[in-house]
């Protein structure tokens, strides 16, 4: 064996290795005294953990927490003033950040919010052009309010219609089914 069974000793020192494995052992063991040198150390070990009268893990455990402790006392006082600045830097950053938000309005769901005067729902065809469109809302002097929804579907406010004035509102309705071609659905919203 040419090379040192280093991976094997522990287990020979603990009389555990067996069969072939064990008698390559031996045989090197023979005539290298670094490996023996090895076995040596490895059986005091065994003595003093043995004498120890603990187990393995509660032998690791207690040096973690010896390394812990010697840890903790290197890190001195600065660690909370440390921790506090940098807390202090988190939230002036999030203060800046949310100043710097838009303030304005922003799109929501057909509907979620109500529009000053008469607002009717209108679709229109798919194949409507954008021309189209504009002339038939010319027409009742209509603007998009918000739109297209998931269905098509827009809401348009009639802008000269005042909300009690029901004749006005209902040719304006009329005027919008009239444009068959363009307009696909109106109704007014309640």
Same mark, same amino acid.
């Given at each position: 064996?040419?090379?040192?069974?280093?991976?094997?000793?522990?287990?020979?020192?603990?009389?555990?290795?067996?069969?072939?494995?064990?008698?390559?052992?031996?045989?090197?063991?023979?005539?290298?005294?670094?490996?023996?040198?090895?076995?040596?150390?490895?059986?005091?070990?065994?003595?003093?953990?043995? =004498?120890?009268?603990?187990?393995?893990?509660?032998?690791?455990?207690?040096?973690?927490?010896?390394?812990?402790?010697?840890?903790?006392?290197?890190?001195?006082?600065?660690?909370?003033?440390?921790? =506090?600045?940098?807390?202090?830097?988190?939230?002036?950053?999030?203060?800046?950040?949310?100043?710097?938000?838009?303030?304005?309005?922003?799109?929501?769901?057909?509907?979620?919010?109500? =529009? %000053?005067?008469?607002?009717?729902?209108?679709?229109?065809? %798919?194949?409507?052009?954008?021309?189209?469109?504009?002339?038939?809302?010319?027409?009742?002097?209509?603007?998009?309010?918000?739109?297209?929804?998931?269905?098509?579907?827009?809401?348009?406010?009639?802008?000269?219609? %005042?909300?009690?004035?029901?004749?006005?509102?209902?040719?304006?309705?009329?005027?919008?089914?009239?444009?068959?071609?363009?307009?696909?659905?109106?109704?007014?919203?309640?």
């Amino acid at each position: 064996m040419s090379e040192h069974p280093e991976e094997l000793l522990p287990w020979y020192a603990n009389d555990t290795l067996a069969g072939e494995e064990r008698e390559r052992v031996e045989r090197h063991l023979a005539g290298c005294a670094h490996c023996r040198a090895e076995l040596a150390l490895l059986h005091a070990m065994r003595r003093e953990v043995k =004498a120890l009268d603990a187990a393995p893990g509660e032998l690791v455990r207690a040096q973690l927490l010896k390394e812990a402790r010697r840890s903790r006392l290197k890190r001195g006082r600065w660690m909370p003033a440390a921790l =506090a600045a940098s807390l202090a830097v988190v939230v002036i950053q999030a203060a800046v950040l949310l100043s710097l938000l838009p303030r304005h309005e922003s799109y929501g769901p057909l509907g979620a919010r109500t =529009a %000053p005067g008469v607002i009717v729902q209108v679709r229109f065809a %798919p194949d409507a052009t954008e021309r189209e469109m504009r002339d038939v809302l010319s027409a009742v002097n209509g603007s998009i309010v918000e739109g297209p929804g998931a269905l098509g579907v827009y809401r348009v406010r009639l802008a000269a219609i %005042p909300s009690g004035d029901r004749e006005r509102i209902a040719a304006a309705i009329e005027t919008l089914r009239a444009a068959a071609p363009v307009v696909t659905h109106v109704e007014r919203e309640p």
